[in-house]
């Protein structure tokens, strides 16, 4: 039988908030995932790339002081730690008007990583090149396998094929539209949440729905990671959906109250190297 323990693969990145605010924090929502479980107390391990530069080492070292295992993060020399940058929008909302992906748009779990990831319980995906081959490879182990569809870009990243639990986002009024179609699609459950409206979950026999939290917003980076994260939480510990749903709603707004996808002390301004072709510049909604 699996250990009873989560993994999260994919994105790590250095959230750089624009002036006014000026911070630099560490993100990502495979990382906000791990760290918010770790905080719950679950054993979690994160797997992922970071550059050999003063970023990655913030990742490693944030990892770290939130007890998510780091045995499995590759360093790649050649390659700049992914970085995002935000706008923050007076309502606390946030606008993201630059990716770089560096090192995460090179990264790919090699064999020995699937051995690691077949022994879990819960593998969380986030933003992943090559999710639909690290799904294809869970497929017949017992691992609970969860991804959040709402951060990938590419065609095969959004299948949901063969995902136990598929997470997204939507509008209030496209929720149960969206929760269908990953359902369509092969979701053995769908998650979708709402923004201020709250969330749903669809299991193809009845769909549930609660409303938001009320909560002071200082910034919603990381909001729907950590609603993410009370998710799985309560779903291994064998929670009804309903309850599972509001622990991830409890949790998502909670992260609401403070900057970034989990509580950490900002770090200095700094700008590192940006690859031609890993990077791009986002248009304004």
Request: net charge negative.
């Amino acid at each position: 039988m699996p250990e009873t323990a989560f993994a999260t693969v994919g994105d790590n990145c250095i959230d750089r908030y624009l002036p006014p605010v000026d911070d630099c924090l560490v993100g990502g929502n495979a990382v906000n995932v791990a760290v918010q479980l770790a905080r719950l107390g679950c054993p979690v391990d994160y797997l992922g790339a970071v550059g050999a530069d003063v970023g990655g080492a913030a990742v490693c070292t944030a990892l770290l002081a939130n007890g998510v295992g780091t045995g499995r993060l590759r360093q790649m020399p050649g390659e700049a730690t992914a970085r995002t940058d935000i706008e923050t929008l007076p309502d606390g909302d946030r606008r993201f008007v630059f990716e770089s992906f560096g090192a995460c748009a090179a990264y790919r779990p090699d064999a020995a990583d699937l051995q690691f990831l077949a022994r879990k319980r819960y593998v969380h995906i986030g933003w992943l090149r090559g999710a639909a081959v690290l799904r294809q490879g869970l497929q017949a182990t017992e691992v609970v396998v969860s991804q959040d569809l709402t951060v990938n870009n590419g065609f095969l990243e959004l299948d949901p094929a063969g995902l136990d639990i598929a997470f997204g986002s939507a509008t209030p009024e496209a929720g149960e539209a969206e929760s269908e179609r990953f359902l369509a699609h092969g979701a053995r459950l769908a998650v979708v949440t709402l923004g201020a409206a709250g969330s749903l979950a669809n299991d193809g026999r009845q769909l549930l729905r609660i409303g938001a939290v009320p909560t002071a917003v200082e910034d919603t980076t990381g909001a729907g990671d950590a609603f993410i994260a009370g998710f799985l939480d309560a779903h291994a510990k064998g929670l009804n959906v309903k309850d599972c749903l509001l622990r991830g709603a409890q949790l998502g707004a909670a992260a609401c109250r403070h900057r970034g996808g989990f509580p950490q002390a900002p770090l200095q301004p700094f700008v590192h190297d940006v690859h031609a072709g890993s990077e791009r510049v986002l248009e304004p909604d």
